[in-house]
């Protein structure tokens, strides 16, 4: 029996793109970037060139660019460098956000958590004159709800900071940090068929960070530490691939997430959470369905061993087997909330795929629904 990866969201197969481009670097460039010699240099060209790209594909300068280990690193450096005063942010931040902030509230910053509407998005709050940062992500990471950064951006006061989790984004729809107006951005390599372990964070000229770490000079002494000029590469290269062909993977992957609905629609009372079929705001690689009667714990391991591979909830949660805070903030009952998977989809799939995938779950949920029905 194949296996039906529906997990995407929490990582995804490394392209092909991005393998060769970083055992073409790691031959031809392994030195240390910080090397005066030539082998040194060639790594330094390496990185710099990967920088300029991942700038321009993303609306940034070079300048702004800084690479981390991914994500939570960037998140952090962001939030704790930014977070000067009061902070507001959205209820469905990431873990990685959501876990520095609570660090900040048990030393005695002020948070104000922003609430969402049923359909999972955020809408513009009175913000605290002594507010200096808003942290709210582009896509949710649980429904693929698209969230206002952009209206939320152009209302802040000028000394109001904006930080955006773009992780969910980068990748699969248009993404440009000079155009969104935000002050901090994130992104990292493996959402989009990059390699684990690189990330960056944009950062608007002009504005300070503090570093988390401390032992060299590396990337202005943002983030010392030997740069790895391969990992760069392959994230580049990634970027790259998933950008050309966006256009086309974001209508095959509408199709997909719209066939998966049909389908599992039809076993029975699946509830859809987020936003609905044919929106705009969402993408479409995310579709979180909850199945009344069912565990979802159980469901999952089920599913699991009928060879499909989904969550309950983001991959970096402190338990992933726990009910996502997302839906959560959303308002679902306790049963849909404890009933609910997030299946994510690749455009590597074919319609095909997705048949066999809603053909398991089916009989998963019917199995488990015998089971509990008296």
Request: proline content about 6%; hydrophobic content about 45%.
């Amino acid at each position: 029996m194949r296996s039906i990866y529906l997990d995407h969201n929490a990582t995804t197969p490394l392209l092909p793109e991005a393998a060769d481009a970083m055992r073409r670097v790691e031959a031809e460039a392994f030195g240390n970037p910080a090397s005066a010699h030539h082998i040194g240099r060639a790594a330094r060209r390496a990185l710099e060139d990967a920088r300029e790209r991942i700038a321009a594909l993303l609306g940034a300068d070079p300048e702004e660019v800084t690479f981390t280990s991914g994500a939570t690193e960037a998140n952090n450096l962001a939030v704790f460098s930014l977070a000067t005063g009061r902070v507001a942010a959205s209820l469905i931040e990431h873990p990685c956000v959501v876990e520095p902030l609570r660090q900040l509230e048990a030393r005695g910053v002020s948070v104000d958590w922003w609430p969402v509407n049923p359909r999972g998005i955020v809408a513009a709050h009175p913000i605290h004159p002594d507010t200096k940062l808003v942290c709210v992500m582009l896509v949710n990471h649980e429904t693929g709800a698209i969230q206002p950064v952009r209206e939320i951006a152009a209302s802040l006061a000028a000394g109001t900071a904006l930080h955006c989790d773009a992780v969910q984004a980068v990748g699969k729809i248009a993404v440009n940090f000079r155009e969104l107006g935000v002050t901090t951005l994130t992104a990292s390599a493996h959402k989009f068929g990059g390699p684990k372990g690189v990330g960056v964070l944009l950062t608007k000229r002009g504005t300070k960070l503090h570093p988390l770490m401390f032992g060299g000079h590396q990337q202005q002494g943002k983030r010392p530490g030997t740069e790895s000029a391969p990992l760069a590469a392959g994230m580049v290269a990634a970027l790259e691939h998933t950008t050309r062909n966006m256009t086309a993977n974001l209508a095959k992957l509408t199709a997909l997430r719209t066939q998966l609905w049909e389908r599992l629609r039809e076993l029975g009372p699946a509830v859809l959470n987020g936003p609905e079929i044919g929106a705009t705001d969402v993408v479409p690689t995310t579709l979180n369905v909850s199945f009344p009667g069912c565990r979802a714990d159980l469901l999952l391991m089920a599913l699991d061993l009928a060879g499909v591979a989904c969550s309950t909830g983001s991959a970096c949660s402190s338990g992933s087997l726990l009910p996502s805070p997302a839906l959560r903030a959303m308002g679902l009952s306790d049963e849909l909330l404890h009933s609910a998977l997030r299946f994510s989809l690749s455009p590597r799939f074919e319609l095909e795929d997705i048949d066999e995938a809603a053909s398991r779950i089916g009989s998963v949920v019917r199995s488990m629904w015998k089971l509990t029905t008296p």
